[in-house]
């Protein structure tokens, strides 16, 4: 059963992930939006009542929660029945299709290219498609991205230079700007990701995932999990000699 808490005091994606922090103890789920201000709390303990709560909250800032009379209209935008994996993640999972069929076919034209070929041209895909997505309202990226991302809820800088960085990342591959720097930073940049998701993950925050910006609502799983550490990995394969 889910409950609804509306809360005033909330001004950026700081406060939506302090507010998740705080009340993530005291329900199996958290899902807490800035517009509207609200969190819904998904089979919430027994002993969670408003006092308890409004407790938790004050620890994270100035906020005031009170109980929505009605919360019927107000569940999250996914829930884990409402739709099949597959729907969910289809745009997802049709763009990776997508590079690794079009990366597949350029390389059965060139069979003398070796793997860190393929590799250096999927990732080039891979930054520049994400890159395009994001780029497309970089405001709303960022305070998507600030709700889960380690460097990027404590610096708002990074949270707007993170579609940047990929684009630069798509095109050092494209044109093989000097590899093992391109890997380095790649590495370095998918294992902080990775590492915000798996933190997001483990306090089983039903928060947005933002790598496809706001283009595609897309809810953080360990999809996107596999997807930074494949990144990852593939840079550091290519890192090796």
Known sequence: MDKVLLISGMHCASCVSRITRAL?????????????????LRNPDKDSTLEVLQIAAAGAGNYELAWEVNASRAQPEWSNSADSWFTRYKPLLLIVAFLLGVTSLIHWGSPGRDAHEWMSDFMAGFFLVFAFF??????????????YDLIAERSNAYAYAYPFIELALGVAYLIRWHPPLTNAVTLVVMVISAAGVVNALRKRQLIECACLGTVFRLPMSKVTLIEDLLMAVMAGVMLLP
Do not use: C, I, N, Y
């Open 134 to 147: 994001k780029l497309l309202d970089v405001g709303a990226f960022a305070r998507a991205f600030r709700g």
């Open 24 to 40: 993530t103890p005291f329900a199996q789920q958290v899902h807490v939006t800035l517009e509207p201000p609200r969190a819904v």
